[in-house]
């Protein structure tokens, strides 16, 4: 399998199918579940209405490109995206760089990669919060990734979900997994 370079990626046809350039190597899972997508659409429009109203910065629902190291080849398409106002320069009808906060709605055949892999990557490369929402365990795990060790706290039920992020969220678990 020959390896693609970040440009040569950007220009295969546009798809809705969900993709990623992981150094080099081009990934195609399926397409997420209905389920899935239900979580990321209520969350999506819960977290979009939230920073609109406080015109906070950005939000966008997967598939978007999220070019994390152009060197490195690596790509990623997280859920759901948030940029802060101030970084509103990384958006290029792609995100070049770190968004501050990305959400990965997990399901049985993605958590561990979500839960390691995908977490180190967007540690690595400067993205500051992820979410990682598992409707099954119907909790929502908010990890600072800017801290040594990370910050980690998990929510569940009418608890607020509390964010480094988004200081002024107010959404409990129970609301976003509605």
Known sequence: MAKLTVDEYLRTPESLRPMELV????????????????????????????????????????????????DAALVLQPDIVFVAKA???????RIWGAPDLVIEVVSPKTARRDRTTKLAWYARHGVRECWLVDA????????????????????????????????EWEASASEILS
Request: proline content about 7%.
């Open 87 to 93: 970084h509103l320069d990384r958006i290029k009808e």
């Open 23 to 70: 150094y080099g190597v081009v990934r195609e899972p399926a397409a997420p579940r209905y389920g899935h997508q239900s979580v990321v659409t209520h969350l999506g429009a819960l977290l979009d209405r939230h920073v609109r109203e406080r015109d906070l910065g950005q939000v966008c629902v997967s598939p978007v490109d999220v070019v994390l190291d152009r």
């Open 136 to 167: 099954r365990r119907r909790s929502v795990e908010v990890v600072g990734l800017q801290e040594e060790p990370p910050l980690r706290a998990e929510y569940a039920g009418d608890v607020s979900v509390r964010s480094f992020v988004l200081p």
